[in-house]
C-alpha cells in the first residue's frame, strides 16, 4: 500500500483496536487509518497478549555490536584517519570474532560525528614566532581575454596566454603601509633585492620604528643570501626566523589574494604594463588601514592553531 506507514503511535494503535473491537476488519482498518495492515495485526495481538497498545519495552532489532565493539571502531578510526571501513570490518573481525557489515562500520562512525571526507591538499606547516613586521614579494600576471584564468590562487604565476606582467614588492606594520613598489623585469636578485627594496625602503623604516623593529620575509633564495643577511645585521635589523613552506601563517598572503581579484574583475581593462602598474598601485592604496591592521592582528591565533595542530595545516 503506497504511502502506509509501518509503525503506529500510540494514539493511532488506540483508534485502530476500538475499530477492531467494533467489528471492522484489519484491512480495513489498515486502509483508514494509512498504515499496513502488518502493523494493524501486531498491534492488535499485542493488544491481545498484555492489555495495552504500547510498544514492549526494548523491541526492535538488536544492536550488532556491543559498547566495547562500538568504542574500538570509533577510538581505531580516530587514531587512524585513513583507514577504509573495509579494513576496520576486518579487525574488528580477527579481534572480537564479530562479524557485521562495513556499512555497520560507517554507521557507528556516523553515531560518533565522523564521515568520510577528501583531504585538504595544504603545505606542511612548522611551528614559527609572531611577526611584528610583515613583508614579501610576487609576480603579478594579467590577461587579455575575458573568461581566462589565474593558474594559481596567488599572484606569483605564469600566464599561458601572454599580456603584462610585473615584479612588485610591499610591507605592511601596524603603522601602516609601504609604497608598492615596482620592479624592473627580470628576476629578483639578492643584489636587486638589496639596492631596490632593504636600502631604499626596509631600512628607513626600520629606523623610523626603533629598536623594536623586527623584519619577516619568506625564505626566497635572494632573502637568505649572506649579502642580504649581513646587509641586514649591519642596519641593526632583527630578521624573524620564518619556517618554508607556510604561507597561510603570514597575513600578506591575503593581501596578494585581494590584488588578484581585482586584476581577474577588470583585466579586459589592463592592455600593457603601464596600465597594469597604475591599477596595481591604485588597489593598494585603496586597501583600508584597518583590514591591514585585522590581518597582522590575526598572527597569534595563526600561530596558535598551527601549534594546536601539531605543526599541521590551519584554516587561514
Given at each position: 500500500?503506497?504511502?502506509?506507514?509501518?509503525?503506529?503511535?500510540?494514539?493511532?494503535?488506540?483508534?485502530?483496536?476500538?475499530?477492531?473491537?467494533?467489528?471492522?476488519?484489519?484491512?480495513?482498518?489498515?486502509?483508514?487509518?494509512?498504515?499496513?495492515?502488518?502493523?494493524?495485526?501486531?498491534?492488535?495481538?499485542?493488544?491481545?497478549?498484555?492489555?495495552?497498545?504500547?510498544?514492549?519495552?526494548?523491541?526492535?532489532?538488536?544492536?550488532?555490536?556491543?559498547?566495547?565493539?562500538?568504542?574500538?571502531?570509533?577510538?581505531?578510526?580516530?587514531?587512524?584517519?585513513?583507514?577504509?571501513?573495509?579494513?576496520?570490518?576486518?579487525?574488528?573481525?580477527?579481534?572480537?570474532?564479530?562479524?557485521?557489515?562495513?556499512?555497520?562500520?560507517?554507521?557507528?562512525?556516523?553515531?560518533?560525528?565522523?564521515?568520510?571526507?577528501?583531504?585538504?591538499?595544504?603545505?606542511?606547516?612548522?611551528?614559527?614566532?609572531?611577526?611584528?613586521?610583515?613583508?614579501?614579494?610576487?609576480?603579478?600576471?594579467?590577461?587579455?581575454?575575458?573568461?581566462?584564468?589565474?593558474?594559481?590562487?596567488?599572484i606569483h604565476e605564469t600566464d599561458r596566454f601572454g599580456g603584462p606582467n610585473v615584479m612588485v614588492w610591499a610591507g605592511i606594520s601596524l603603522l601602516g603601509k609601504t609604497e608598492l613598489v615596482i620592479l624592473e623585469e627580470g628576476s629578483i636578485t639578492a643584489s636587486r633585492y638589496l639596492d631596490r627594496i632593504i636600502r631604499p625602503h626596509v631600512i628607513p623604516f626600520s629606523q623610523r620604528v626603533g629598536e623594536n623593529f623586527v623584519f619577516m620575509q619568506d625564505n626566497a633564495r635572494p632573502h637568505t643570501t649572506q649579502t642580504t643577511q649581513r646587509a641586514l645585521s649591519e642596519a641593526n635589523i632583527t630578521v624573524l626566523p620564518w619556517p618554508a613552506m607556510s604561507p597561510d601563517l603570514n597575513p600578506f598572503e591575503h593581501l596578494w589574494d585581494q590584488l588578484e581579484r581585482s586584476l581577474k574583475s577588470n583585466f579586459s581593462n589592463v592592455t600593457n604594463r603601464q596600465e597594469l602598474i597604475n591599477f596595481l598601485k591604485l588597489c593598494w592604496e585603496r586597501i583600508p588601514e584597518e583590514n591591514i591592521t585585522h590581518l597582522i592582528e590575526s598572527v597569534p591565533d595563526r600561530f596558535r592553531e598551527c601549534i594546536r595542530n601539531r605543526g599541521g595545516p590551519t584554516r587561514y
Open positions: 500500500m503506497p504511502g502506509s506507514r509501518r509503525h503506529m503511535d500510540v494514539e493511532t494503535a488506540t483508534r485502530a483496536v476500538f475499530m477492531l473491537q467494533e467489528g471492522e476488519s484489519q484491512r480495513s482498518v489498515a486502509r483508514r487509518l494509512g498504515v499496513l495492515r502488518r502493523a494493524i495485526r501486531n498491534g492488535w495481538e499485542r493488544f491481545l497478549e498484555t492489555g495495552s497498545v504500547a510498544t514492549r519495552s526494548g523491541s526492535g532489532r538488536a544492536r550488532d555490536t556491543t559498547v566495547q565493539e562500538d568504542r574500538y571502531i570509533r577510538l581505531t578510526a580516530r587514531r587512524e584517519r585513513t583507514i577504509p571501513a573495509r579494513v576496520l570490518q576486518n579487525r574488528l573481525r580477527q579481534s572480537t570474532g564479530t562479524r557485521i557489515s562495513d556499512l555497520t562500520i560507517r554507521n557507528r562512525l556516523h553515531e560518533d560525528g565522523q564521515r568520510s571526507r577528501s583531504r585538504v591538499i595544504r603545505l606542511k606547516l612548522t611551528r614559527a614566532h609572531h611577526a611584528a613586521r610583515l613583508s614579501d614579494d610576487c609576480r603579478v600576471r594579467v590577461c587579455r581575454r575575458e573568461g581566462e584564468r589565474f593558474s594559481e590562487p596567488c
